[in-house]
């Protein structure tokens, strides 16, 4: 059985380490927001280049509190409209309407996945304020046109940097640092992934950054002095002491990936499965490695007969979900293309390679007649 993501081989290579700062938090006896998380932000914010970084409590509060952040500093009002694409995780989105601010869905580019910049000019009005990018399945969105009708129209830009951690541009500017804040998650499946809940914002906002680190600590300025209506968004110590180990092992895990990918790319020959581009600059760190074929289910099938572990990334787009009743009759020609054709393949930076020709001999020899 080869597996989707086997997440105990992924953190078993760090078990003497994880046990060794397991045993140095249990005895300082000090649990939440000590020098573990004051160490995670000040290497992560080093890591991704940006002046600040705040832990927080997951990917999806790390989104929500960038936004109440603006809206604190008055650059975001309430009902705002907020530039997002319409493919995907639901998080992204969830974060906007939580902040009590209107997403306004736009299509993807079908070979990048990653929003369209026509699609972003064509959807602006009067009240658009900002624009979410989503670096999907880790791959940088194309930030220069975005950011050339930022500037024009004067918007704010935010990354979901949740599958990006690592990805790196042109410029060797790292996701993260893209824009003028970003939200990463740190959930086990991720490239930089904690062992449970964990998140953190980036940015190089010296203000915003203050207001996040009061917000996601009850909005406390010192100690049982209260500034804002905040919440409990803190990022658990021991998440950061397992996260400054695995931090260092990130680019080796994430050229890991990206052999992963070269082989698929390469050795997958097939007319019925469209390979995911691979720029091989570093500005994709395959969170997911994405094909697109017409008759997915049967695809999906003939590789669970042949013992190999599959997923859709994601199988209902945001605005089919009964969560969003209000936009289920809206039609997104390109995402609902991306919803029904893609198949994620076993991705990971401790796949062997015999599994990695296992599955392209599979996909080489699968006839969809
Ligand atoms: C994982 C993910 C999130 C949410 O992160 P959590 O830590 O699970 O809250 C948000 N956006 C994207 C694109 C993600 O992949």
Not at 40 to 52: D, L, P, R, V
């Given at each position: 059985?080869?597996?989707?993501?086997?997440?105990?081989?992924?953190?078993?290579?760090?078990?003497?380490?994880?046990?060794?700062?397991?045993?140095?938090?249990?005895?300082?006896?000090?649990?939440?927001?000590?020098?573990?998380?004051?160490?995670?932000?000040?290497?992560?914010?080093?890591?991704?280049?940006?002046?600040?970084?705040?832990?927080?409590?997951?990917?999806?509060?790390?989104?929500?509190?960038?936004?109440?952040?603006?809206?604190?500093?008055?650059?975001?009002?309430?009902?705002?409209?907020?530039?997002?694409?319409?493919?995907?995780?639901?998080?992204?989105?969830?974060?906007?309407?939580?902040?009590?601010?209107?997403?306004?869905?736009?299509?993807?580019?079908?070979?990048?996945?990653?929003?369209?910049?026509?699609?972003?000019?064509?959807?602006?009005?009067?009240?658009?304020?900002?624009?979410?990018?989503?670096?999907?399945?880790?791959?940088?969105?194309?930030?220069?046109?975005i950011q050339d009708i930022a500037k024009k129209q004067n918007l704010l830009i935010m990354e979901d940097a949740a599958q990006a951690h690592g990805a790196v541009n042109s410029e060797g500017k790292k996701a993260g640092n893209l824009s003028d804040a970003a939200g990463f998650s740190f959930y086990p499946t991720k490239n930089l992934g904690a062992l449970g809940e964990a998140g953190a914002v980036t940015t190089n906002d010296a203000e915003l950054a203050e207001i996040i680190r009061k917000l996601r600590n009850y909005g406390t300025s010192s100690k049982y002095v209260n500034q804002y209506k905040g919440v409990n968004n803190r990022l658990d110590e021991i998440q950061a002491a397992f996260l400054n180990i695995k931090l260092r092992q990130l680019d080796a895990d994430n050229e890991e990936r990206s052999d992963v990918a070269l082989r698929y790319c390469m050795g997958i020959d097939n007319p019925e499965i469209r390979l995911p581009t691979h720029p091989r600059d570093g500005s994709h760190v395959f969170h997911q490695f994405v094909i697109r074929t017409e008759n997915r289910s049967k695809l999906q099938k003939y590789l669970a007969e042949s013992e190999v572990g599959t997923l859709i990334h994601y199988e209902i787009p945001p605005h089919k979900q009964e969560a969003y009743k209000e936009w289920n009759h809206l039609h997104f020609p390109i995402t609902e293309k991306i919803h029904n054709e893609c198949l994620s393949l076993p991705i990971s930076p401790v796949m062997d390679e015999f599994d990695v020709n296992t599955i392209i001999s599979l996909l080489n020899s699968y006839s969809n007649h």
């Open positions: 059985m080869i597996k989707f993501l086997d997440l105990h081989k992924i953190n078993a290579r760090f078990e003497i380490e994880f046990r060794a700062a397991f045993k140095k938090f249990l005895d300082s006896g000090y649990y939440v927001l000590g020098n573990n998380v004051t160490q995670f932000e000040k290497s992560f914010a080093n890591y991704c280049g940006t002046q600040h970084c705040i832990g927080v409590s997951n990917g999806l509060d790390a989104l929500t509190l960038i936004l109440e952040a603006y809206k604190i500093q008055g650059k975001l009002q309430e009902g705002d409209e907020i530039i997002v694409p319409a493919n995907t995780y639901i998080a992204s989105i969830l974060g906007i309407t939580k902040a009590g601010l209107k997403p306004v869905l736009v299509e993807p580019n079908l070979e990048t996945f990653n929003i369209d910049a026509a699609a972003v000019e064509a959807a602006i009005t009067w009240k658009t304020r900002a624009i979410l990018v989503v670096h999907l399945y880790g791959q940088l969105t194309d930030m220069r046109p």
